[in-house]
């Protein structure tokens, strides 16, 4: 995947400026595709000049003028391309669990403490998970919604979030809790 296709993914939700694109980023793709706004701001331009997203001046009185951008033929086509070539198998690529892999080797209290703060993180993730997953639902339960909503690929997408950081937390918990037991160490 490449970040045209988060940003085009993103647009899907309607018009949006760089910094609404940065803030959808921050609290939605980032959780599946990290990019730092200076990265989507050059995105934005290049998806422009290749005529996959459109933009617009939007004249504000008492703030610099922005400008809106929305997905064009062009690019609802490049998100179709991108689908039919199918998705590559994801795989591991984590600090955290080479950290682990070594901890016959190394002091076994840090890799607890570093199992400790990611399991932190990951319930961190959840709560802001479940906050998104009950915005997007309103007051309808989750079957209403996913049956009746317009757009249901960003709630898919949270719950898979979800999912992650669950599977994370529990993993740093066994692990950190095995840890531990073999090693003697105590909290």
């Not at 008492?62 to 062009?74: A, C, D, G, I, M």
């Not at 009950?134 to 960003?154: N, Y």
Request: charged fraction near 30%.
């Amino acid at each position: 995947m490449a970040l045209k296709h988060a940003v085009l993914a993103a647009l899907l939700t309607g018009e949006l400026s760089g910094y609404q694109l940065a803030k959808a980023f921050d609290v939605g793709v980032a959780n599946f595709w990290h990019a730092l706004p200076q990265q989507l701001y050059a995105e934005l331009g290049r998806l422009e000049h290749a005529g996959l997203i459109e933009g617009r001046e939007v004249v504000q009185d008492s703030r610099p003028n922005k400008r809106l951008f929305t997905v064009t033929e062009s690019g609802h086509a490049a998100l179709q391309a991108y689908v039919d070539a199918g998705a590559k198998p994801s795989f591991m690529r984590d600090d955290l669990v080479v950290m682990v892999h070594a901890v016959d080797g190394v002091d076994p209290a840090t890799v607890v403490e570093r199992l400790d703060e990611r399991k932190a993180f990951a319930e961190a993730k959840i709560r802001l998970f479940d906050s998104l997953l009950d915005q997007m639902r309103g007051d309808r339960s989750e079957d209403d919604f996913l049956a009746t909503s317009d757009r249901i690929g960003p709630f898919l997408t949270c719950l898979r979030g979800r999912t992650f950081e669950r599977e994370n937390a529990d993993w740093c918990d066994r692990a950190a809790s095995i840890i531990k037991r073999r090693n003697r160490i105590h909290a």
